[in-house]
């Protein structure tokens, strides 16, 4: 199946298993259809199973959305306490429709606890209360966590979410994703496939083997190792940048909001709460740009810091970046609940292969030989584009392997994706559009037609922001309210530059026009930033910034280069 199609059944309000290999764009497509949610006036809730992929989709994890915490059983006595918090209630009658991220790694107890509460809070013994549910993942990939034995049969509490009964009631449509947007390399797609299908022969390990260094190889290698234990990834971050001269420049993560919810943030973040930093250390960026200057994944060296203090990061690609502070937020109901402010990079010498997933990476060194759950060397694997960019360290028999209950149900997946395909391709398009528009009345929203201007981004000063993440809406019509950045900052209660960067993320989103912001810098000086900006070379602000004597602030430049944007 591919996105486009995904999309045209998520869009009818069906409950979606939306699955396929790593590099099939899972999450392009979700967030393809968040964005539709949005601007039809619509404000999913998103969650996740874990804290690090929750702060991939600026969500929180299903146990903090509902409630259960680290619970692993509820009593009916439970249930109802739960249910009567007042915050837990309102957050959960107020949704309309709840996305789930790494339903992989969720277990089955697990779903049917949130369950629970969903159906006793709404008062309504439809699965999650009568909520529409999404669910997105890829089972091949990292399983619940288990507190039971190894032999491999699942207790309640790591049996697959798909072996709940909440699961048959929720009889999601399966839209299995075929195409491949991360690896090229028709031999490395063999292994991959190979091991997804539990068919692994000598010709694909032979063709890992041939991927194998030595140890000294590995540790003087600059691709980022992946580790199945953190212990590992510690020691080997902290003596490389000890190897290198001179003192560490330090970066110390901000943080608003609730208490609890930042702890979760920053648990997820992949950033450190503290950043240290040295000129010549391997880094890898933990967020994407908005800007598309550098992705989730991609490797860098610091190659100084600029006059500000900031870390100035030479690509592999030969890009230099000024990695300007980002936020990682936790949104519900359109708003900003919590966030947490840090230059997006991470050492980059080593790092667990459980942290990975969701990366795409050019090269990666990994150890497999201490691999010791299912799945675990097909996500390191899987995170490398191509054959070539894999060094294998060591590599042991589960290295390969997938869990076997998954092999037999994946074939039931495939078969439930071809048959959903197979109906909506041949529905009339305006069956399909009523179901749309029959979905989107029912929760409230203003159905957009497809290619309308509204839905492709097109606006004017004035028009509504219910579309957009809180975050930017409220800085969008701070902005547009405002009479200068300084008092766009006092409203907003942030600083100047997490002001410009989300300014950035709209203009990149094709959602900002100049009159949304011009106002917000002084005529008379446009003309002589756009100069000393022409006569730049490359994206680095500090030349420019120096150019001007330090006239202006990196702020207002960033802001007059939006206007060419």
Known sequence: MTQAEALTILKTGANVFLTGEPGSGKTHTVNTYIAWLRSCGIEPSVTAATGIAATHVAGMTLHSWSGIGISEHLSEADIDRIASKEHVARRINKA???????????????????????????????????????????????????????????????????????????????CYLTEQHRQDDATFLGVLAAIRSGEVEKAHYEALLARRIESEAAEASDAPKLYSHNADVDRINAAELTKLPGRAARFSMTAAGGASLIEGLKRGCLSPEVLELKEGAAVMFTKNSPLGKFVNGTLGTVTGFDAAGLPMVKTKGGKRVIALPMEWQVEEEGKVRASISQVPLRLAYAMTVHKSQGMSMDAAVMDLSKVFEYGQGYVALSRVRRLAGVHLAGLNSRALEVHPDILEKNKDFRAASEAARDSFSEMPKADKIAL??????????????????????????????????????????????????????????????????????????????????????????????????????????????????????????????????
Request: proline share 4%.
């Open 96 to 174: 309309k429709v709840l996305i789930i991220e790494e339903i992989s790694m969720l277990s089955a107890a697990t779903l049917e606890m949130a369950d629970a509460v969903c159906r006793e809070v709404r008062r309504s013994e439809k699965p999650f209360g009568g909520l529409t549910v999404i669910l997105v993942g890829d089972f091949f990939q990292l399983p619940p966590i288990s507190r039971g034995g190894g032999d491999g049969r699942l207790t309640k509490s790591a049996m697959f979410a798909y072996g709940s009964p909440v699961w048959e009631a929720l009889n999601p449509l399966v």
């Open 436 to 565: 749309q528009k029959k979905f989107v009345k029912a929760l409230g929203g203003a159905f957009i037609e497809e290619g309308s201007k509204q839905e492709t981004g097109g606006r004017r000063k004035g028009t509504k922001t219910a579309g957009l993440p809180g975050r930017l809406a409220e800085t969008l019509q701070a902005v547009r309210d405002g009479t200068s950045l300084k008092e766009v900052v006092k409203t907003r209660g942030l600083v100047a530059s997490t002001i410009v960067h989300h300014l950035e993320e709209l203009a990149d989103l094709g959602l900002l026009v100049r009159e949304d912001f011009a106002h917000l810098v002084p005529i008379d000086i446009v003309d002589e930033v756009h100069g000393a900006l022409a006569e730049a070379k490359g994206d680095k602000l500090s030349p420019v910034f120096h150019a001007l004597h330090g006239r202006h602030s990196f702020e207002t430049i960033r802001l007059v280069r939006l206007m060419k944007h």
